[in-house]
C-alpha cells in the first residue's frame, strides 16, 4: 500500500506565502509526475502544478510566476512554495502522483488526503 500525506496549510493573509508539502510513503521504487490539485467549494479540482521524475514542471496561467514546484526523488516527496497567494487561491489542495512502481506492480492515480488553505485577511 502506499500513503500520500500533506502538510502545511493553513489561515494566510493576501499577499502571503504557504509551502505546502506531501510525502508519499510504502514500497516504491518510482514515482512518475506528481502534481498539486485544488478544489474550491463549488468547483471541479483543478491542476495548480505537476513536477515529472526529470524535474520538467508545467503551471496553469493561473499560478504561473506565483507557485513553483519541487520534488525530492529520493526521499519521494514534493512541495509547492505558494507566494503572493489571493483570495482565489482559497481551496483544498491535493497532492498526486500519476505513476507509482512498487516494484511488483504499477498503482496508478494516487492521491493525498487534502489540506485546506485558505487567504484571508
Known amino acids: 500500500q502506499v500513503q500520500l500525506v500533506e502538510s502545511g496549510g493553513g489561515l494566510v493573509q493576501p499577499g502571503g506565502s504557504l509551502r505546502l508539502s506531501c510525502a508519499a510513503s510504502?514500497?516504491?521504487?518510482?514515482?512518475?509526475?506528481m502534481g498539486w490539485y485544488r478544489q474550491a467549494p463549488g468547483k471541479q479540482r483543478e491542476l495548480v502544478a505537476r513536477i515529472t521524475s526529470g524535474g520538467s514542471t508545467n503551471y496553469p496561467d493561473s499560478v504561473k510566476g506565483r507557485f513553483t514546484i519541487s520534488r525530492d526523488n529520493a526521499k519521494n516527496t514534493v512541495s509547492l512554495q505558494m507566494n503572493s497567494l489571493k483570495p482565489e487561491d482559497t481551496a483544498v489542495y491535493y497532492c498526486n502522483a500519476d505513476r507509482i512502481w512498487s516494484g511488483r506492480n504499477y498503482l496508478y492515480d494516487q492521491w493525498g488526503q487534502g489540506t485546506q488553505v485558505t487567504v484571508s485577511s
Open positions: 510504502g514500497t516504491i521504487f518510482s514515482i512518475n509526475t
